[in-house]
Structure formats: C-alpha cells, structure tokens
C-alpha cells in the first residue's frame, strides 16, 4: 500500500511538472500504465487552466506575454478611470464645502447639507460688489417693481441681493423683486423646508434682534447664529421662503408645542392672490423664532419682511 501510495504520488508530482513545462524527459522513467495516468492528470490540469497562462506548448510564451500586456493596459485603464472618478468627486466636494458666492462679490453663503443659503439677510443694491445699497421701498419699486416684471427704467437689471455683514437688511420688499434680486446674484428664495433646515441651533432668545421694533444691521448679535453659521435667521426681519399656500386666514398658535407665531391656518375665499411663506418672525419676542410661520400675497411690502438667497 505504501509503495503504491508513493507511486501514486510521484505521477501526480510529475504531472504537475509536465503541466507546468517543466519536465517531459522524467516521463521516461515510468512504466506505460503510469505514463497514461501522467498523460490523464496533464490533460486534466491543462484544461482547467486559460488559454493564455497555460505554459510549455508552442507559441505558449508569447501568449502569457500578450496576456501580461493587456492585463497591465487594462489595469492602468481602471486606474486612470479610477484616478477621474477620484477627481471628479473631489471637485465635487470642494465646491460643496466652499458654498461660493456664485455671482462674484454677492456675499457669503454658508453649507447646510445638500444646499447653500446665505450668510447674512439679504440687503439690495445696485452692483453685484456693491455700488449704491437700497434701503425704502421707494427705491426698490423704481429699480423693480413690486410684481418683479421689468417696467421702463425699472427694469430689474441693476438689483442686486447681497449677504454682507453690517449692512441694513432689505425692509419692505415684495416676494417677486426679492426674487429678482436674488435672480441677478445667482441665488433662489429657499424652500420652507430649507429654511426649516438652516435656523437649526438658533437661539430663540433675545441673544437675537427680537426685543424691539428696531431693525438692527446684518450679523449685529454674533450669538444669533444656526449651527450652520447663519446670521439673524430668528428675529430681526422675517424671510420670505419660496413656498405658496391659499391666504391663511387665523394664527391659532402652535399650541404647547412653541410659543413662535403659527398663522397658517384657514384658506381665504376673500384675499386677492395667492400668499407666500416667511419664517423666522418679526423683531418681537416670544412670537419670533425658529418656528414662525405666517404668510402674505407676493406682492406685498410690509414692514419688518426682508429675505435671504440659497442655491
Ligand atoms: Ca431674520
Ligand atoms: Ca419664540
């Protein structure tokens, strides 16, 4: 048993060097049935292997070669896609991080996940840098009117939204010119759900501008900050958010959820127009505050509603 076991072993330690091109000239040494083993297991080993690595047949060489090459040009393939994809996700990541002004000298944003929103409220003027700041409704009315349509020389074109520091915030300003103002700086009104998104970690407090009627300037108290780094988003003016409801019509309060004003409510048959968002509340403690809903028609200019841009 034992010698046919070492038998049994040194064909099978032969086919592999035969299968491997090793040795041909050992098969000599074995009788004719161990031979035809040899031969069985050589087969067998040959044909479980691929094409191209299979070694110690004519043209064999070359083929494992040709097989190397096209192996190193289809890794340095994936690489370079690999390398491009790299690089694509990092330039996306950057400019995810950075939040750029996207209209040069329009003001800083700040990254609230999936989306960019201005830093400070918004303020008007006549330059994407600066130029003259617009403060009365006046003034906005004759750079654009308060539907946002072009009209003679107010033709909407020198109106710019800026999110700047220490500057008096845009007061009195209709939802469609705050829209077109932000349209020139390359920016939207946020949706209610970003502004939502974005007041997260505000103080509702008079650590921000809610104890008067007074409007103070952009970034005035530097604890009335989200914990994304916008300014003002509680207190201070209200913010028209891009969204539109039927007129509401009562402010039956959040209940014991927050004391913020909650005044959507009702859909009124008797208002003229549609109503648009603004959160955030006006400058009066407790009704302001990360919770504070109310909506007017877009087309109103009431005191203490100002804006803010996202992208
Ligand atoms: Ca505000
Ligand atoms: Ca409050």
Not at 118 to 126: G, I, L, N
Request: charged fraction near 20%; charge should be negative; aromatic fraction near 6%.
């Amino acid at each position: 048993m034992r010698t046919a076991g070492r038998r049994a072993g040194k064909v099978a330690a032969l086919a592999l060097l035969v299968a491997l091109g090793c040795d041909s000239s050992a098969q000599a040494t074995l009788g004719p049935k161990d031979r035809k083993m040899v031969k069985r297991i050589v087969a067998a080993e040959l044909a479980g292997r691929a094409p191209g690595l299979v070694v110690g047949h004519a043209g064999s060489a070359d083929t494992a070669a040709r097989a190397d090459r096209a192996e190193a040009a289809d890794n340095a393939d994936h690489a370079a896609s690999a390398d491009a994809a790299t690089n694509a996700q990092h330039a996306a990541s950057a400019d995810q991080l950075s939040c750029s002004s996207p209209v040069a000298g329009t003001g800083e944003m700040v990254r609230v996940g999936s989306f960019c929103i201005d830093k400070y409220e918004a303020s008007v003027w006549t330059r994407p840098d600066g130029g003259t700041q617009l403060t009365t409704e006046a003034q906005f009315d004759a750079a654009c009117p308060d539907s946002g349509q072009p009209q003679g020389a107010a033709d909407c074109e020198d109106f710019y939204a800026r999110s700047v520091p220490a500057a008096d915030p845009a007061d009195e300003i209709t939802w469609f010119q705050a829209q077109q103002a932000l349209a020139n700086s390359g920016r939207r009104l946020p949706q209610n759900a970003e502004w939502q998104e974005a007041v997260s970690g505000t103080p509702d407090s008079t650590d921000c501008v809610t104890d008067s009627f007074t409007i103070e300037p952009t970034g005035s108290l530097p604890t009335c900050v989200s914990r994304f780094g916008a300014y003002d988003m509680v207190g201070n003016l209200s913010e028209w958010v891009a969204d539109w409801v039927p007129a509401s019509t009562d402010c039956p309060t959040w209940g014991g959820f927050t004391d913020d004003r909650m005044c959507l409510a009702g859909a009124s048959t008797a208002v003229h127009g549609p109503a648009a968002l603004f959160r955030g509340g006006y400058n009066i403690d407790p009704v302001a505050g990360p919770f504070a809903v109310a909506d007017l028609t877009p087309q109103s200019s009431e005191t203490g509603l100002g804006f803010r841009g996202a992208r």
